[in-house]
């Protein structure tokens, strides 16, 4: 039986744990086919990597094929989760929508790619949206809606997002339908009069940034005029999370860090003060992420390093877990897609009623072409383009654009970015880089290790 296995392709290995300590010592082993990861003992997996598994017992050989990390000798791995990724994109039960009701935006942050004007979605641009989300739920595949607020900056058309998420949810509910909404602000406008107003529209998980610490904030996020926003958004965060509704509605923020060599010298600062007022403790998480080039306007110019930014990033989570935060997905685990864009029906909508795949597509001069447009409200029954630009990404993952085809990351990643791949760039996720640094975290957290860090947090 064992000779018509194989070991996975798809596997990740830990150094040794404690080999001065342990005369057999153990690896962790992670099969990104599944998602899961164990210690295997570092003799077991010599043989297994030699395609001796005469040694295993048949308990241990059913367990590593139930984990996917050993697979049938004749399979084209890649073929096979690209086929599942496909198969589990086409069956989706949730709609995903996101709707840009504005191209204002208050900011002029540095690394910014998109054109601000004041303008907000129209009474009638808005029911062609909503009506055009409810076409799409028609179809008897969906379970479920989510819909996302982006922007520009969501919150300057909020009476817009009020009225049509008013029409969403009760469509919703009238069919049985459950409704979930996110939105990415840039938290200036975000007081708790707002924020309660946004609840009772089932509004609940937020995004909104803060680049470092204060004067280093103030560098890369001011107003169009110049001015410091940064203890404007700390203290609506304060005050938002301080009211019983925050938790009683179990809403959520994500403070994102938007990282290059500027931010980078004030996230510890940042930690500090978020912790200070205990935010970990009260649905507020941290997400790291690099500066990237958006629309060609080079801002990744003065960014890390991938490398840099991985080694780093550890030293971010082990700090922020230590000051009370939890990071529930430090090891990514299995998805079967990059993103939105290969999602069928799922459709990001701006201000004019155009349609895209990809939600940095809007208000951005690179992509004003029609190719970067699946169509319009208007038309887009009778004028669709399915071949925009990220649309055909389970076609291009298989060429050169990217070497994801031969990534054993490719089960948890799907690909990451496909519209930074199109454009040239490397799209590959930090943990390409200290996936074994952060499965050895992992394992650490698990075994209660971080000690200052309260219990609940091992995750
Ligand atoms: S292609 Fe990239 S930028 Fe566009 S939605 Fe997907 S992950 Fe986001
Ligand atoms: S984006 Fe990078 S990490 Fe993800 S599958 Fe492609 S090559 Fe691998």
Same mark, same amino acid.
């Given at each position: 039986?064992?000779? /018509?296995?194989?070991?996975?392709?798809?596997?990740?290995?830990?150094?040794?744990?404690?080999?001065?300590?342990?005369?057999?010592?153990?690896? =962790?082993?992670?099969?990104?086919?599944?998602?899961?990861t164990?210690?295997?003992?570092?003799?077991?997996?010599?043989?297994?990597?030699?395609?001796?598994?005469? +040694?295993? &017992?048949?308990?241990?050989?059913?367990?590593?094929?139930?984990?996917?990390?050993?697979?049938?000798?004749?399979?084209?791995?890649?073929?096979?989760?690209?086929?599942? &990724?496909?198969?589990?994109?086409?069956?989706?039960?949730?709609?995903?929508?996101?709707?840009?009701?504005?191209?204002?935006?208050? =900011?002029?942050?540095?690394?910014?790619?998109?054109?601000?004007?004041?303008?907000?979605?129209?009474?009638?641009?808005?029911?062609?949206?909503?009506?055009?989300?409810?076409?799409?739920?028609?179809?008897?595949?969906?379970?479920?809606?989510? @819909?996302?607020?982006?922007?520009?900056?969501?919150?300057?058309?909020?009476?817009?997002?009020?009225?049509?998420?008013?029409?969403?949810?009760?469509?919703?509910?009238?069919?049985?339908?459950?409704?979930?909404?996110?939105? @990415?602000?840039?938290?200036? /406008?975000?007081?708790?009069?707002?924020?309660?107003? =946004?609840?009772?529209?089932?509004?609940?998980?937020?995004?909104?940034?803060?680049?470092?610490?204060?004067?280093?904030?103030?560098?890369?996020?001011?107003?169009?005029?110049?001015?410091?926003?940064?203890?404007?958004?700390?203290? /609506?965060?304060?005050?938002?999370?301080?009211?019983?509704?925050?938790?009683?509605?179990?809403?959520?923020?994500?403070?994102?860090? &938007?990282?290059?060599?500027?931010?980078?010298?004030?996230?510890?600062?940042?930690?500090?003060?978020? +912790?200070?007022?205990?935010?970990?403790?009260?649905?507020?998480?941290?997400?790291?992420?690099?500066? %990237?080039?958006?629309?060609?306007? $080079?801002?990744?110019?003065?960014?890390?390093?991938?490398?840099?930014?991985?080694?780093?990033?550890?030293?971010?989570?082990?700090? +922020?877990?230590?000051?009370?935060?939890?990071?529930?997905?430090i090891v990514?685990?299995?998805?079967?897609?990059?993103?939105?864009?290969?999602?069928?029906?799922?459709? %990001?909508?701006?201000?004019?009623? $155009?349609?895209?795949?990809?939600?940095?597509?809007?208000?951005?001069?690179?992509?004003?072409?029609?190719?970067?447009?699946?169509?319009? %409200?208007?038309?887009?029954?009778?004028?669709?383009?399915?071949?925009?630009?990220?649309?055909?990404?389970?076609?291009?993952?298989?060429?050169?654009? +990217?070497?994801?085809?031969?990534? $054993?990351?490719?089960? @948890?990643?799907?690909?990451?970015?496909?519209?930074?791949?199109?454009?040239?760039?490397?799209?590959?996720?930090?943990?390409?880089?200290? @996936?074994?640094?952060?499965?050895?975290l992992n394992h650490l957290l698990k075994q209660g290790g971080?000690?200052?860090?309260?219990?609940?947090?091992a995750a």
């Amino acid at each position: 039986m064992t000779a /018509n296995y194989k070991l996975s392709s798809y596997i990740v290995l830990t150094d040794l744990i404690n080999p001065e300590f342990d005369s057999d010592p153990s690896r =962790l082993l992670y099969a990104t086919r599944t998602g899961k990861t164990f210690l295997i003992k570092d003799r077991v997996y010599s043989n297994l990597k030699a395609g001796d598994f005469t +040694a295993l &017992n048949t308990r241990h050989l059913a367990t590593l094929i139930d984990l996917e990390a050993i697979v049938p000798a004749d399979e084209d791995e890649f073929a096979e989760i690209l086929k599942r &990724n496909v198969a589990a994109t086409a069956d989706t039960k949730i709609l995903s929508a996101t709707i840009q009701p504005t191209a204002n935006c208050q =900011l002029g942050c540095t690394y910014c790619g998109q054109v601000h004007s004041k303008k907000n979605l129209d009474q009638a641009t808005s029911d062609k949206i909503v009506n055009r989300i409810f076409s799409n739920l028609a179809k008897p595949q969906y379970e479920r809606l989510a @819909i996302q607020w982006f922007g520009a900056e969501p919150l300057m058309a909020y009476r817009e997002i009020l009225s049509m998420s008013e029409r969403l949810r009760s469509h919703c509910a009238e069919r049985g339908i459950r409704y979930s909404a996110h939105m @990415i602000t840039n938290g200036l /406008n975000f007081k708790p009069a707002i924020f309660l107003k =946004l609840v009772e529209q089932q509004i609940k998980h937020f995004q909104i940034t803060l680049d470092g610490v204060g004067a280093t904030h103030d560098l890369m996020r001011i107003t169009k005029e110049g001015k410091k926003t940064f203890e404007i958004i700390v203290r /609506n965060i304060l005050e938002v999370t301080s009211l019983p509704e925050f938790g009683a509605e179990k809403c959520g923020i994500a403070i994102r860090v &938007n990282v290059n060599r500027t931010s980078v010298k004030a996230i510890y600062k940042l930690i500090d003060r978020l +912790a200070q007022y205990g935010l970990g403790g009260k649905g507020v998480t941290i997400d790291f992420q690099p500066i %990237v080039d958006w629309g060609g306007n $080079n801002a990744d110019d003065y960014s890390l390093t991938k490398e840099e930014f991985a080694e780093a990033e550890i030293d971010w989570i082990m700090y +922020a877990i230590r000051k009370g935060f939890k990071f529930s997905n430090i090891v990514p685990g299995r998805r079967t897609q990059p993103c939105m864009v290969v999602e069928k029906d799922a459709e %990001v909508f701006d201000v004019s009623g $155009n349609v895209f795949p990809c939600y940095e597509f809007p208000y951005t001069p690179k992509y004003e072409d029609a190719r970067y447009r699946i169509g319009h %409200v208007d038309t887009i029954d009778a004028v669709r383009n399915d071949k925009a630009v990220t649309k055909q990404w389970y076609e291009e993952i298989k060429t050169d654009v +990217a070497p994801c085809r031969k990534c $054993n990351l490719l089960p @948890i990643c799907g690909g990451a970015c496909p519209k930074q791949w199109l454009n040239g760039d490397v799209a590959c996720p930090s943990y390409k880089a200290n @996936i074994e640094d952060k499965l050895l975290l992992n394992h650490l957290l698990k075994q209660g290790g971080l000690s200052e860090a309260p219990a609940a947090e091992a995750a």
